[in-house]
């Protein structure tokens, strides 16, 4: 059974890829062709964003080390809760193995296993926890070796676990790290449906099936409570199973949900998470996509009836095209992705929401977000066009000049004035950079099929059986 499981996963594996690759080629053909980039630019090309990644890097540590994250205007450290979690230093450190920075990478692995203390009276958002604590840890783990990464892992999910003692097995979204006690009974999709990745490794890892079970349960009863039309909503009631928000689409509150159907059956070969994905995407497909001219996008509808409710995408949605390339369907990945880089062309940096018919701001802020960058490196992993280079290149362009402050980086509070705000949050190390770096880096810096990366850019390997 188990080596017929693994065969299942490789094959699986393998058809997508080369599904990809095919429908890939067909794109690349037709589409205008760019200037190639030969090893000695894309060298050069990561040279660049590892160095600028070091600028954020020595910002932070010289200013909030030890702490969640920098302000980088203010120049202060800022802690989430009042007290640190680490969660800056945790969420960079594969990143810093990953770009061969060892000192760095030595001394935040060092600092994470001599001081994060788990042991606090804080209601922390399980979600975030999850993907970036929970996520990073298992990663570092399984990039540096160090049990005590592993140790630190295996204690957070046990203390996280009491979230999902709801009478409908969906997580509440605040959890007393110390209590166990919970708050929050109304979460959305993204915070309760993305947590199988991360809890699945750890229950491979350690042996203990109830991380597993607990992470796929939440899932499956939000998949449970999806409408006739095969849709969910916005915001549910863990209490009693029911909608509050009717609103369906792929961006924030939902988002990631979709991406841990389709990963739960690539990294587990979890055939009911592979079974959800499909029926999953098909109706985001009929319902949620929009053609508009000759463009793709994904937008706004009613769970009941699948109405159109709203043209809008954003930054948050601009995630799709990765996992439309991850589940084979390079065709529709590429169109999405032009859609994307024409949002982020329109003021030179990418807006956090667009009304794609219209083409007016909705929400003028850039939180220095990765999705973008992410379905960049998936795209190109897959079709090996160097359009994907390019785009690349021009998006780090834009993103240095507008983002870059003397000592770090720093959010925008508008991309059509380009005035920046006082906050740089960890995902910059964990995912824009470190799909900046990949895009450019030789495949070899982290061979892409050997790994699954949780939505926040941590690569989960498959060791186990
Ligand atoms: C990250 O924390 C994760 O990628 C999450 O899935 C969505 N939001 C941020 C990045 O934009």
Known sequence: MRVFRMRGFRTAILLLSITAWAAGQVGAAAAQKSAAMGSRERARMAGRVRSEFLHAWRGYRKYAWGHDDLRPLSKAPHDWYGQTLLLTQVDALDTLVIMGLRAEAEETRAYIVANLSLDRDVYVKNFEIVIRLLGGLLSGYQLTGDRRLLALAEDLGARLLPAFESPTGIPYRYVNLKTGRVRGSVTNPAEAGTLL????TLARLTGRQVFYDKAKRALVELYRRRSPVGLVGQRIDV??????????????EIDSYYEYLLKGWLLFGDGDCRRMWRESVAAANKYLADEVGTELWYGHADMWTGRRAATTYGALDAFVPAVLALSGDTGRARRLQASSFKMWNRHGIELEEINYRTMEVGDA???????????TYYLYHFTRDPEYLRMGESMFDDFVKHCKTDEAYASLKSVVTKEKADSMESFLFAETFKYFYLLFAP?????????IFNTEAHPVRRTWR
């Open 197 to 200: 990745v991360e809890f699945g």
């Open 239 to 252: 209490e009693t199973g029911r909608w509050t928000h009717t609103d369906s689409h792929l961006s924030a």
């Open 365 to 375: 802020g850039y939180p220095l977000r990765p999705e973008i960058v992410e379905s």
């Open 443 to 451: 495949p070899s810096a982290l061979p892409f099929e050997q790994v």
